[in-house]
């Protein structure tokens, strides 16, 4: 089947997009537009909310609201209502940085790192949001100098693959359950391909589907780097991928660049690729309860 265009949003930065498994809805984020998005399963209108902080990325929690990444740190979002609740402050003294991409480890726990806005080669932590024994929050530093952290999945609880954007690499990590990120055993490096890679996602078998900003494309890559399908966007600046649906068969793709001058080739919108194989189910926030 061919691409779909899904929703004709227009976003300047649509990113972060998760299928949310219990409640059959997907969500996805505009960080410049400071919307989070969503459309429920039974396909009725898209619902969105605007906010007072631009959101880096989303993961959904048990109780049906979720957890964002914000500027100054993370916070649980109600839909239904629009509030905004703080749950543990990030570089809240640092106006200059924002967070961006993240997403559950195999654990509940959310990893997501910050980036300086202005100037991209000023190096930020990878972060991981815990909670102590009395429950209260705390955020942990897991590797130092991400420059533009972005896509990370697990392709097993003790192995994480993370992408830094303007290194064009992805590495893979030893991931343990407590205490910071090591070297990295493994790297593939991108560079030979269009665009820098953004956001990524795992499907069943392992393999990395790649999302390229300025590739126009989501490509898949083996573990060992074999680019083994390409899928090609109408627009350059693709930023994010996730497996939906409730038979996960669906790729989503959000693309940023709405409303720029001569953006008129869906740029910004929400897109999807049926039936190209089958991903693994997003981690939901684990909450407090840890």
């Given at each position: 089947?061919?691409?779909?265009?899904?929703?004709d949003?227009?976003l300047?930065?649509g990113?972060?997009?998760v299928?949310d498994s219990r409640?059959?809805?997907?969500?996805?984020?505009?960080?410049?537009d400071?919307?989070v998005r969503?459309l429920?399963q039974?396909?009725?209108?898209p619902g969105?909310?605007?906010?007072d902080t631009?959101?880096?990325?989303l993961?959904p929690y048990?109780?049906g609201?979720?957890?964002?990444?914000?500027?100054?740190?993370?916070?649980?979002?109600?839909?239904?209502?629009?509030?905004?609740?703080?749950?543990a402050a990030?570089?809240?003294?640092?106006?200059e940085r924002?967070m961006?991409?993240g997403?559950?480890?195999p654990?509940?726990?959310l990893?997501?790192?910050?980036?300086?806005?202005d100037d991209?080669?000023?190096?930020g932590?990878?972060?991981r949001?815990?909670?102590?024994?009395?429950?209260?929050?705390?955020?942990?530093?897991l590797?130092e100098?991400?420059?533009i952290?972005n896509?990370?999945?697990w392709?097993e609880?003790?192995?994480l693959?993370h992408?830094?954007t303007?290194?064009r690499a992805?590495?893979?990590?030893?991931y343990?359950?407590?205490?910071p990120?090591?070297?990295?055993?493994r790297?593939l490096d991108?560079?030979?391909?269009g665009?820098?890679?953004?956001g990524?996602?795992l499907d069943?078998?392992g393999?990395?589907?790649v999302a390229?900003?300025?590739?126009?494309?989501?490509r898949?890559?083996s573990?060992?780097?074999?680019?083994?399908?390409?899928v090609?966007l109408p627009?350059?600046?693709?930023?994010?991928?996730?497996?939906g649906g409730p038979?996960l068969?669906v790729?989503?793709?959000t693309t940023?660049?709405g409303g720029?001058?001569?953006?008129?080739?869906?740029?910004?919108?929400?897109?999807?690729?049926?039936?190209l194989?089958?991903?693994?189910p997003?981690r939901?926030w684990?909450?407090?309860?840890?």
């Amino acid at each position: 089947m061919p691409l779909e265009l899904v929703d004709d949003c227009r976003l300047a930065l649509g990113e972060g997009v998760v299928w949310d498994s219990r409640a059959e809805r997907l969500y996805w984020i505009g960080i410049a537009d400071r919307q989070v998005r969503w459309l429920d399963q039974d396909g009725g209108k898209p619902g969105a909310l605007h906010l007072d902080t631009r959101p880096g990325t989303l993961a959904p929690y048990r109780d049906g609201r979720v957890l964002l990444a914000v500027e100054s740190g993370f916070a649980l979002l109600d839909t239904a209502d629009g509030t905004l609740e703080p749950v543990a402050a990030v570089e809240a003294d640092r106006p200059e940085r924002r967070m961006n991409d993240g997403k559950c480890d195999p654990y509940g726990r959310l990893v997501a790192g910050t980036m300086t806005l202005d100037d991209p080669r000023v190096g930020g932590p990878l972060y991981r949001l815990e909670y102590d024994g009395d429950g209260t929050a705390r955020v942990v530093t897991l590797r130092e100098g991400m420059l533009i952290p972005n896509g990370l999945d697990w392709p097993e609880p003790d192995q994480l693959w993370h992408i830094d954007t303007p290194t064009r690499a992805i590495r893979l990590f030893d991931y343990p359950e407590h205490g910071p990120l090591a070297d990295p055993v493994r790297t593939l490096d991108v560079s030979a391909l269009g665009g820098d890679p953004d956001g990524m996602t795992l499907d069943a078998e392992g393999n990395l589907w790649v999302a390229f900003w300025g590739g126009a494309a989501v490509r898949c890559l083996s573990p060992e780097g074999r680019v083994l399908e390409t899928v090609e966007l109408p627009t350059g600046k693709v930023t994010s991928c996730a497996f939906g649906g409730p038979a996960l068969d669906v790729l989503y793709v959000t693309t940023a660049g709405g409303g720029e001058p001569g953006a008129d080739d869906g740029a910004g919108s929400l897109y999807r690729y049926p039936g190209l194989t089958t991903g693994r189910p997003a981690r939901h926030w684990a909450g407090p309860g840890f």
